[in-house]
Structure formats: C-alpha cells, structure tokens
C-alpha cells in the first residue's frame, strides 16, 4: 500500500490536508464535498451522527446551536468540555473528530489506511496545546504525528515554491479564521529558523464577520425601523448572520459593494454595504495586526529594511485592506499574498516528505558534532521561545518578581544558568515557582510583576543541612527543539530534575475509548 506524506492545516475555521503527488510536489486533497477547505465545524444530529464540515455548517441553522461546535482550536489545551446528550467531549477529542473526517475521505479516495501525519498549530501554542494537538491526531487514528508551527510550514512552502532564492529573510503575517500571529524566519535553502513570533490567539476572519454583522443590524434596523436590541436578541437572526455576514465579507474582497437581504419580522430588506464602509469599521482590527507586526521586528531591532519580503497567508489575508495598511505602513515592503489558504497544509506535507527520507545506513558522521551530515532533501526546521520562563525570586528590597531565566524568541534548544541564595542561614527546603511571561531579553527583562506571569508550576526541594545565606542554589532551564521545559536545580551534592507536567493529559485509556467515537463520525453526509 502506498505510503502518503501528508500534512494537515487543522484550522479554527477552517482545515486543509494536503499530500505529495508522484511528482513530489505538495497538493492539496478536496474533501468528499470536493471542497479543498474543510469547515471546522462539528454537528451532532439527533440519531447520534456526527457530522462535520460544509454539511455541518449548511445544517447549522436548523439545530439549536448548542449541537454545533465551531472553532473548538480556541479552546486548545484549555479545561473546556462540551456537553451532549450526557456525554462529555473534550477539545481534543472534537479536534480528533475533525481530523478524521479529513483522513477518512482522503483514504476513502485513495484507497489506503493514512497513519502517519504532519499536524500544524500556530507558533504560540505551548506544550498544552502542542500535546493536545498530538492527541488529537492519535484519537483520529493516526501512529505517528509531528507537529510543526503554521509559519514554518508556511514558509517551507513558500520557500518550495522559490527555490533557488539563497538566503532570505521573510516576515509571514498569517491571518486565519480565528487567530493571527506574525513570525520572522530566516530561510537558508532547506534550512528554516524561526527568529521571532508573536500574535493574538483572539483575532482573525470571525471579527471581521462580526463589523459585518453590525453594520447589517445597522442598516436593516435603519430600514425596517426595528430597533438594534430587538435584532441582537433575536436568534434566528443571529445564526443567519454567521454565515451571511462571512459572505458579504468574502464579497467585499472583490467588489467595492455588495447588496444582502435580512428576513426581519416577515419583512425582507434589502441592504447595500460598500468596502469602504467596511474598512472604516474594522480600521481598529487592522491596526492591531500592524502594532503586533512592529513588536515583532522591534522585538529583534529589525527594521522593515532588514526583511526581504512579507509572505501574507491565512484566508483573511485575502482582504484588500490587509496588504493596504502594510503598505501605508511600510511603503518598501516587499508583500505578497502566497497560496493564503493552502500553504500551511502544503508545507505541513513537504516536512511529512523531508522527515520520511532516511539518511543512508552508510551516510557520512560529522566527528565533531556526531550528527549525520544533511541528506538531501531533507529540512531542517528550527522554533523560537514562543514564552519567557522564569522563577519566583525575593529581591533584596523584599519585593517578589519573577526573575526570567529564558526567553521568548530565543531559537531553540536553549539552555539557561542562574545562581540564587538561600534567605536564610539552614533553610531547609526551597519552593521553586516556574512562571511563564512575555518579556523579551533585554535591560528591562530581567525580571517580571508576578501579577503579569502564569504560574506553570512548582516544586519543592530540601536543601542540604549546612546551607547558608552564601550557598549558591544553581537553577538550569532547558527548552528542548520541541519547546519543552525542563528545569533543574543544584544546591551542594543536592540536584533535582523537574518537568511541567501537563494536568490536561488524556490518559491511555481515555484515548482508547475516544476512539470509539471516531465511528460515528459520518463522511457520507
Ligand atoms: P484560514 O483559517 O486561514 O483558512 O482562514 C479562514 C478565514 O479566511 C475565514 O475567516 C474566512 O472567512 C476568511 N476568508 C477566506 N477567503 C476570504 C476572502 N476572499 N476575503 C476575506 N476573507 C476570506
């Protein structure tokens, strides 16, 4: 049976799988809808089924909307739980559902049995949600799942589709459904470093639909006379605006106006809603992409100057006023709008092919390094910090801060040394408090308000008998290329190894019997 690469965008509003063909280049499969996009939308029917994409979101509004679930990626990793019809679904198993009607209408089409995929998220999930991610695929029946950040892959394809380029710098703004994050990556042939990140987990094509909506409230209460809290209270008007409101947006990306009917209280009103009008309105959300742009290259001192081009993806990216405000911006960028709803998946399928290709039994050792010198066609993929990591300190003065041991935007592996003392003569034990926060390395980042971190987790560690005020207490942190922390402590011939463990974890037999529930999931809708 053939082996695919495949790759798989799994996208708050939106997914996308994509493989290599017999030519080895990346494309993306359609789905038995024969969408090349598949809705992330989940709908479970009243006999059981469970249906997912365009039939999912076509059905929505005959259903009450608690047995619709959409963008379930928002809620990643977090202790979230939908309940229905008495059972209890976590993010992961319903991100799991989603991936499976995507495997199972590729294996349908191909006639195989996928087991092995490449998994996107976007560059600031942290371990939570990177495990969850892993889950979710293996709940959908997958053995073997990498998952790789959505810039990377973003530019892994972009960098395919211009071979030969060299060196370059690339700034990849990626505005999807439900998020928008920014990353600096350094391309280099087949090697692609990540160098900064940084993004909003709450912006992206959904706020965009929700000024359309407004502004239609607006114009039909206008019209019919019907006052605007009457219309927000009103359901059936709701749910028939989520998906109205996206297709007036879509429109508005081609044409300068477009004109909609809204059913309000039997009476049909007709509404005209011009770009311009919709530009104005969203002004504040394009402005927060730009200013989180600027952090992102002041967060490296880089200029606008020192990037070669601006890569545009995500679906959203396709909106006129996305490449406007960059270039009212930054008038010598260099922006391009690349494949915005499919490079994810395509690069996502391009690193299935590079991790599938083995280096030879024979293959040359560097003897410094140990490591196997690059094999053709293979890629190397290195991440960035997306958090600093840091402990819980008292400083002279008394105050507690949290003294940053890591970085965010730090290209990983990192490793990390810092000395403490103990505040007393013969202290016993130490209470090691690892907090995650967003400082960046500088002057000013040394250390953080406790009120502006995240506890991730803690640990307690006895001290050897004859400490004092003077015994230095030597705390290692390590980030793994996955980003994993590990953090561990040396006091004297003590030494103590500790890892954030995850407490959203599924366990063995927990994913065991959510497999069961990828039966339901129906493809012949
Ligand atoms: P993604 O998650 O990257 O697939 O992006 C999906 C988002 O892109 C959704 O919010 C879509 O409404 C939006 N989108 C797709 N096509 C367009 C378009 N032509 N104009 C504006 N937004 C679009």
């Known amino acids: 049976m053939t082996e695919y690469c495949i790759g798989i965008d799994l996208g708050t509003t939106y997914s996308c799988l994509a493989y290599i063909d017999e030519d080895g280049d990346p494309v993306v499969e359609k789905n038995f809808e024969q969408e090349e996009t598949t809705p992330s939308v989940i709908l479970f029917n009243e006999n059981g089924e469970i249906i997912v994409g365009s039939p999912a979101k076509d059905m929505a509004m005959m259903y009450p909307p608690e047995r619709i679930v959409t963008a379930i990626k928002r809620q990643m990793g977090q202790d979230y739980e939908v309940d229905m019809d008495g059972e209890k679904y976590n993010p992961i198993m319903l991100s799991a559902v989603i991936l499976r009607k995507m495997i199972n209408d590729f294996n349908e089409n191909h006639g195989c049995d996928v087991k092995k995929a490449v998994i996107t998220c976007p560059a600031y999930f942290g371990q939570n949600e990177r495990d969850a991610t892993k889950t979710a695929g293996t709940i959908a029946g997958l053995e073997d799942v990498t998952v790789i950040n959505e810039p990377t892959a973003a530019a892994i394809s972009f960098g395919f589709g211009n071979a030969g380029d060299g060196k370059k710098r690339v700034l990849v703004y990626d505005l999807g459904g439900g998020t928008f994050d920014v990353t600096i990556l350094e391309i280099d042939g087949s090697s692609f470093t990540a160098v900064a990140t940084d993004g909003e987990r709450f912006l992206g094509g959904k706020d965009w639909d ?30 028939t605006l989520v998906n109205d409101s996206e297709t007036i947006k879509k429109r508005l990306s081609t044409a300068e106006s477009t004109k909609g009917t809204l059913t309000v209280e039997g009476q049909k009103v007709v509404f005209t809603v011009t770009r311009e009008e919709f530009e104005a309105a969203s002004a504040g959300l394009i402005q927060t992409t730009i200013d989180i742009m600027d952090r ?37 960028a260099e922006v391009k709008v690349f494949d915005p709803d499919q490079s994810v998946a395509k690069g996502a399928a391009l690193f299935s092919k590079s991790n599938s ?29 997306s958090k600093t990591f840091g402990i819980k300190a008292m400083y002279e003065d008394g105050t507690e801060m949290i003294s940053n041991i890591i970085f965010r935007n730090e290209v990983l592996p990192i490793e990390s040394v810092k000395t403490y003392y103990p505040v007393d003569d013969g202290q ?9 926060d967003a400082a960046v390395n500088d002057a000013d980042g040394k250390k953080t308000a406790i009120i502006d971190g995240a506890p991730v987790g803690e640990f307690m560690m006895e001290l050897p008998a004859d400490v004092t005020k003077n015994t230095p207490i030597v705390v290692k942190f390590t980030a793994t290329d996955e980003g994993i922390l590990i953090a561990s402590v040396d006091c004297m011939e003590q030494h103590t190894d500790y ?20 039966e339901k999931v129906s493809n012949a809708n």
């Open 357 to 385: 290709i083995m280096p030879a039994a024979d293959a040359p050792v560097d003897p410094e390094t140990g490591e196997v010198a690059p094999v053709e066609g293979v890629l190397s993929v290195h991440n960035v910090l």
């Open 210 to 239: 929700a000024v359309i909506s407004k502004i239609v409230k607006e114009k039909v209460s206008e019209e019919s006379g019907i006052d605007m809290d009457t219309l927000d209270a009103d359901e059936e008007i709701k749910q």
């Open 296 to 332: 992102v290259l002041a967060s490296k001192d880089f200029a606008m100057s020192d990037i070669d081009e601006v890569v545009l993806v995500g679906g959203s990216s396709r909106m006129p006023q996305v490449k406007s405000a960059i270039a009212a911006k930054y008038p010598d």
């Open 428 to 436: 016993s034990t130490i209470k090691v408090e690892i907090y995650e």
């Open 499 to 518: 890892q954030i463990e995850n407490d959203m974890k599924m366990s063995a037999e927990a994913i065991e019997r959510s497999q069961g529930l990828m």
